[in-house]
């Protein structure tokens, strides 16, 4: 086929969920306008740091971009007359710099495509939407019965995977759905055992796993049809989206916060489980829950994108897991990924933060009580319960499931062991990152404890102590010396005296009267 004829790129070795800082560290005038020098820096090295120069209109053009959001941002305002007064200057770069703390600081604002090209144009300088419809466009010339009917454009938060609505020329009412990814940082799988495994994926039958029509990858890129849902995701039942607008438009600030009803929380939770535990005892790893990839069937939920993994690409929710060391094995991963959804099931957004000190009443104690097994303080120090734990919970222990579909997955013994060591290539980078992320963290907090004014204060009265201290050290010292050079001194004057010979006794004879 001409699609796994294309020569071999490699995976994307940069992971696009590492979260950028960017702070504005000067400004240049010039003859008509300003422009502001800004430091971004991928994760937590200096070393990963790049300059980039922007004025007020960039900044500008981004937030219309971004309006699409529907999220009030604090841009400030333009200024026709006086906008190169240095006070003016130095106001709006303080304005500006709460910008971009508010947009990097947006857990779906930061990871779009949008805010990458602006703090990064070096890494995010294609077109990916054009790269995705050349990889179909190949694939298509070799599969003649399928054909686009548009593209879906921007309906997830990836930047390297594409979505198509497509039909079957004999069946042009069905429609159905093609996503394109890059091979991304966690792809440890061979070429060959690649794509063994997302061929598998057209094999496996579960009621809580929504169906593929088709998949194959090749050295460098996968693609995946699956019938096209109208009802759409888990994610856009809660914030009644339409499944065909952006990612941005649909979750970024909903009209309307409200979460699902007790029985529907219990329901798909207990299925969303089922099939987490199916595919763990599989020894399939996953990584990648989200409400975004469970899709919803009639009262059924459905996981999507088993492919992710296998793929190698990072996980939504990864900058937040990878701040809890205990949470360093893909079946962990899940877990915690489960307590942000049962959070958005709840609540109908998802947390402010993690981990959650205190939760909002919810319709049920028992809800709270599995919320605080995953995402609490408690739970990130102590260690989160395993998916068959949370099954036993009354949550979810009382939910008659009806669905009575016949699970399928054969996996091969030898692929097993690839996806094993894979599996455990994916949590060895998870583990050193969340070392380099704790180190970081520990000296931080220790140049932060030693410049805080407490510790400058007690450095000040310390070097006090030692000061006097020296200074009565000294002058001790320089008593003794004054002290020593009088009595040799008088020593010396005495012409009777010799330091090598007696003092003679003091007689009539030699009596000074």
């Known amino acids: 086929m001409a699609f796994m004829e294309k020569p071999a790129a490699g995976k994307v070795l940069l992971d696009d969920?590492?979260?950028?800082?960017?702070?504005?560290?000067?400004?240049?005038?010039?003859?008509?306008?300003?422009?502001y020098i800004i430091r971004v820096q991928r994760g937590i090295s200096m070393e990963n740091s790049w300059q980039i120069i922007r004025r007020y209109s960039d900044f500008d053009l981004l937030n219309n971009s971004l309006q699409i959001s529907a999220l009030s941002l604090p841009l400030p305002p333009k200024k026709l007359i006086g906008n190169m007064d240095r006070e003016?200057?130095?106001?709006?770069?303080?304005?500006?710099?709460?910008?971009?703390n508010a947009i990097t600081s947006n857990h779906i604002l930061s990871n779009c495509e949008l805010v990458k090209k602006f703090l990064d144009p070096n890494s995010y300088s294609v077109n990916y939407t054009e790269i995705a419809l050349?990889?179909?466009?190949?694939?298509?010339?070799?599969?003649?019965?399928?054909?686009?009917?548009?593209?879906?454009?921007?309906?997830?938060?990836?930047?390297?995977?594409?979505?198509?609505?497509?039909?079957?020329?004999?069946?042009?009412?069905?429609?159905?759905?093609?996503?394109?990814?890059d091979l991304g940082p966690d792809k440890y799988l061979s070429d060959k055992d690649l794509q063994c495994a997302v061929k598998l994926l057209s094999s496996c039958s579960h009621p809580y796993i929504y169906k593929v029509t088709f998949a194959m990858a090749n050295e460098s890129s996968a693609l995946v049809i699956r019938p096209f849902s109208e009802k759409g995701t888990l994610k856009d039942l809660i914030y009644k989206a339409k499944p065909k607008d952006p990612f941005l438009k649909k979750y970024c600030n909903p009209k309307k916060i409200q979460g699902l009803e007790l029985q529907q929380i219990k329901t798909f939770g207990r299925q969303i489980l089922e099939v987490l535990k199916f595919l763990h005892e599989k020894g399939f790893p996953y990584g990648h829950?989200?409400?975004?990839?469970?899709?919803?069937?009639?009262?059924?939920?459905?996981?999507?994108?088993?492919?992710?993994?296998?793929?190698?690409?990072?996980?939504?929710?990864?900058?937040?897991?990878?701040?809890?060391?205990?949470?360093n094995t893909l079946e962990s991963v899940d877990v915690h990924c489960f307590g942000h959804l049962l959070y958005e099931m709840t609540y109908g957004r998802p947390p402010d933060s993690v981990p959650v000190d205190s939760f909002p009443p919810a319709p049920s104690t028992s809800v709270v009580t599995v919320l605080e097994s995953i995402i609490s303080p408690e739970a990130m120090k102590n260690g989160m319960p395993t998916v068959s734990r949370l099954l036993q919970m009354p949550l979810f222990s009382d939910v008659l499931l009806t669905n009575s579909e016949k699970t399928q997955f054969k996996i091969p013994t030898k692929l097993?062991?690839?996806?094993?060591?894979?599996?455990?290539?994916?949590?060895?980078?998870?583990?050193?990152?969340?070392?380099?992320?704790?180190?970081?963290?520990?000296?931080?907090?220790?140049?932060?404890?030693?410049?805080?004014?407490?510790?400058?204060?007690k450095r000040k009265i310390l070097a006090r102590k030692k000061s006097k201290r020296s200074s009565f050290e000294s002058g001790e010292e320089q008593t003794m010396k004054y002290s020593n050079s009088n009595n040799s001194g008088s020593g010396a004057?005495?012409?009777?005296?010799?330091?090598?010979?007696?003092?003679?006794p003091c007689t009539a004879e030699h009596a000074p009267f």
């Open 134 to 181: 050349q990889h179909v466009s190949m694939f298509f010339r070799s599969e003649p019965k399928w054909e686009v009917v548009e593209p879906l454009k921007d309906i997830g938060w990836r930047i390297r995977k594409k979505y198509f609505l497509m039909k079957i020329k004999n069946q042009p009412k069905e429609r159905l759905a093609l996503s394109w990814a």
């Open 88 to 100: 003016f200057i130095a106001e709006r770069q303080k304005g500006l710099q709460n910008y971009l």
């Open 289 to 327: 829950l989200h409400a975004s990839n469970v899709m919803m069937d009639g009262d059924t939920c459905r996981l999507l994108d088993l492919e992710n993994s296998l793929l190698g690409l990072p996980s939504f929710y990864r900058s937040y897991f990878t701040q809890f060391r205990k949470i």
């Open 17 to 35: 969920t590492a979260p950028l800082t960017a702070v504005i560290e000067a400004s240049q005038s010039l003859h008509s306008h300003t422009e």
């Open 493 to 504: 004057s005495s012409p009777l005296t010799s330091p090598s010979s007696p003092v003679p």
């Open 416 to 457: 097993k062991e690839a996806l094993k060591t894979a599996k455990e290539c994916i949590e060895k980078r998870l583990v050193e990152e969340q070392k380099q992320i704790h180190q970081h963290r520990r000296l931080t907090r220790a140049q932060s404890h030693y410049g805080s004014e407490e510790e400058k204060k």
